[in-house]
C-alpha cells in the first residue's frame, strides 16, 4: 500500500497487482441485477419509438454509473472499510434508482436523476478524497470529473422538473456531455485538462470486471426467459421459442467468452497505456454488448408472450437487433485487442439484415429461431476458422 495518513491508505499502490475483482465489488454488481430486469421488463411492455428513445437513455445511464464505479473500485482498495462503506451507499441508491426506472420518464423523474446525480457526484469526490495529499495528479483528475458531473447534473435536475417534451433532449445533453468529456479530457478553466495515463490501471482487473457484468446481463436474460416461460408455457410453439431463446444465450455467452475476452484481457494486461486501452475497450467498447443483451431480452419476451403473432417492425427490431447490436460490439472489442476484423460476425449481421427484410412476411417466431440461427452461424464460422488457425500455425 502506498505509505501516507492512516485514513487515507484505501488505494492500490503502483507497485501492487490487482488483477480480480473482490467480493465487495461482486455484491455491488447484485443491484445491476435488478435494475436490468427492471429495464427490460419496462421496455418489453412498451417499446414505441418515444419508449425505445426513453430506453437508450436509461442503458447509458445505467452503464456509465456501472463501469466509472469500476473504475474507482480498480484503483482503491475495497478490502477498506471506507471504501466498503462507499459501495455500500452507492448500491442503496442503486436499488432507489432501479425502484424508480419504470417512471423514470414519468412520476419518478426527479428521484431518478437526484439519486443518479447523487451516485456520480459522491463516487468521484470520494475517489479525489482518497487520492489528495497522496497522489495529486489522479486528485485532479477525480476533481475534474466530479465537476463535470455537477455540469451534467445540472441537465439531469432541469430534465427531470420539466415537461416530457423538453426532459429527452435535455437528458440527452446531460448523457452526450457524459460520454464526450473522457474523450476530451475534462477541460476545465483553471485547472486544464487531465494528462494522458494519469491512473494507474489494472488491465486485468478491468477485464474481469467487464466479463461479469456481461455475466450478469446474460443471467437477466436468463431470468427474463425464465419468467415468461412460466407465464407462457401452455400456449401452442412457446416451449420451442424458450428453447431457442435459451440457445442464443448460450452462444453469446460462447461468443463474448471463447476467444474475444482471452484476447481483451491479455491487451489490456500487457499495453503500455492502460487508460487509453480502458477507455476504448471498456468503457464505449463493451457498451453495445451489453446493451444489445439487453434488447435481445426485450426480443425473447416478444417471442414467447406473442410467439404466433405475424412480426412487424416493433418485435423485429428488438429480435433482430439485439443480436446485432451484440455482434457490432464484439467486433469492435475484438478489432481493438487483436487487430483482427471477425468475418464471421460480419456474416451474422448481412444474415439479420436478410431476416428483417422478411420481418412483416412471418410471424414471431420465426423470427426468434431465424435471430438463434444467425448467432448460430458466427459461432461455429468463428470456432472452425480459429481451430483452422491454430492447426496452420502448430
Not at 494507474?200 to 477485464?207: D, V
Not at 451489453?290 to 418485435?315: Q, R, Y
Amino acid at each position: 500500500m502506498v505509505q501516507g495518513p492512516v485514513s487515507k491508505r484505501w488505494i492500490i499502490s503502483k507497485d501492487a497487482h490487482k488483477s480480480k475483482a473482490s467480493f465487495p465489488e461482486l455484491f455491488f454488481d447484485l443491484v445491476f441485477v435488478f435494475g436490468l430486469i427492471q429495464l427490460s421488463h419496462t421496455l418489453a411492455t412498451d417499446f414505441s419509438p418515444t419508449a425505445a428513445v426513453e430506453a437508450a437513455i436509461l442503458i447509458l445511464a445505467i452503464w456509465w454509473v456501472w463501469i466509472n464505479t469500476t473504475w474507482v473500485t480498480n484503483l482503491l482498495d475495497t478490502e477498506r472499510e471506507p471504501v466498503r462503506y462507499m459501495l455500500f451507499a452507492l448500491m442503496f441508491a442503486g436499488i432507489l434508482m432501479a425502484i424508480a426506472l419504470p417512471e423514470a420518464f414519468g412520476e419518478h423523474a426527479l428521484p431518478f436523476a437526484a439519486i443518479y446525480v447523487a451516485m456520480q457526484i459522491g463516487r468521484s469526490a470520494f475517489a479525489a478524497y482518497a487520492f489528495c495529499d497522496i497522489d495529486q495528479p489522479s486528485a485532479k483528475t477525480f476533481l475534474r470529473i466530479t465537476l463535470w458531473a455537477t455540469i451534467s447534473g445540472i441537465f439531469w435536475i432541469a430534465g427531470a422538473l420539466s415537461n416530457i417534451e423538453l426532459r429527452i433532449p435535455l437528458w440527452i445533453i446531460a448523457v452526450s456531455i457524459e460520454y464526450a468529456a473522457p474523450l476530451i479530457r475534462y477541460p476545465l478553466p483553471g485547472l486544464g485538462n487531465a494528462s494522458k495515463e494519469t491512473l494507474s490501471l489494472s488491465g486485468e482487473h478491468m477485464a474481469e470486471r467487464c466479463a461479469l457484468f456481461v455475466i450478469i446481463c446474460l443471467g437477466e436474460t436468463i431470468l427474463t426467459t425464465g419468467r415468461n416461460a412460466v407465464e407462457h408455457m401452455a400456449a401452442d410453439r412457446t416451449f420451442v421459442v424458450f428453447c431457442s431463446a435459451f440457445l442464443s444465450t448460450v452462444i453469446m455467452w460462447w461468443i463474448y467468452f471463447h476467444h474475444g475476452q482471452e484476447e481483451v484481457a491479455e491487451k489490456a494486461e500487457t499495453t503500455s497505456s492502460p487508460e487509453t486501452v480502458a477507455h476504448n475497450l471498456f468503457t464505449y467498447g463493451h457498451f453495445p454488448i451489453v446493451a444489445g443483451i439487453i434488447l435481445t431480452a426485450v426480443g425473447e419476451d416478444f417471442s414467447l408472450s406473442h410467439a404466433g403473432e405475424e412480426g412487424n417492425l416493433k418485435h423485429g427490431l428488438a429480435m433482430l437487433g439485439g443480436p446485432a447490436l451484440f455482434l457490432c460490439g464484439n467486433i469492435w472489442v475484438k478489432m481493438a485487442s487483436a487487430r483482427q476484423f471477425p468475418l464471421s460476425h460480419l456474416v451474422g449481421l448481412l444474415l439479420l439484415a436478410c431476416v428483417a427484410a422478411i420481418a412483416p412476411l412471418t410471424s414471431n417466431y420465426v423470427l426468434n429461431l431465424c435471430a438463434t440461427a444467425s448467432l448460430l452461424v458466427v459461432a461455429a464460422w468463428e470456432y472452425f476458422a480459429l481451430k483452422a488457425q491454430a492447426a496452420s500455425t502448430a
